[in-house]
């Protein structure tokens, strides 16, 4: 099995950014599809954006659309997740998660937990107000 580690998590203040990555141990996974998920104190995990590059498609949970950005490098090995002007809601262990058939392109919603099979075991953001 692939396992994926997050890296870029810490604390940061309101309105502040920062930039998380994910890859596979040694490396040695790369693939097409990816995406970012999150689980507050207290709540379910929830997905927050995907990425496939095959069509060039990203989607977004409407609580981060138009402050956080994924992308995916073009070895197709590291995803990252900008999140920018970030909220005391946002706060959160961020995880990342591989689909490494691709599923996200064809299911009614790709950012459902069972279309990805890799995933990291999460990085704390803490915002503070």
């Known amino acids: 099995q692939v396992q994926l580690v997050e890296s870029g998590g810490g604390s940061v203040k309101a309105g502040g950014s920062l930039r998380l990555s994910c890859t596979s141990s040694?490396?040695?996974?790369?693939?097409?599809?990816w995406g970012w998920f999150r689980q507050p104190p207290g709540k379910e995990r929830e997905g927050v954006a995907g990425?496939?590059?095959?069509?060039?498609?990203?989607s977004y949970d409407d609580s981060v659309q138009g402050r956080f950005t994924i992308s995916l490098d073009s070895a197709r090995k590291t995803a990252y997740l900008q999140m920018n002007s970030l909220k005391p809601e946002d706060t959160a262990v961020y995880y990342c998660?591989?689909?490494?058939?691709?599923?996200?392109?064809?299911?009614?919603?790709?950012?459902?937990?069972?279309?990805?099979?890799?995933w990291g075991r999460g990085t704390q953001v803490t915002v503070s107000s």
């Open positions: 998660a591989a689909d490494s058939l691709c599923r996200s392109l064809t299911a009614i919603n790709p950012l459902a937990e069972r279309v990805y099979d890799y």
């Open positions: 040694k490396s040695t996974y790369s693939g097409s599809c």
């Open positions: 990425i496939d590059v095959i069509g060039g498609h990203t």
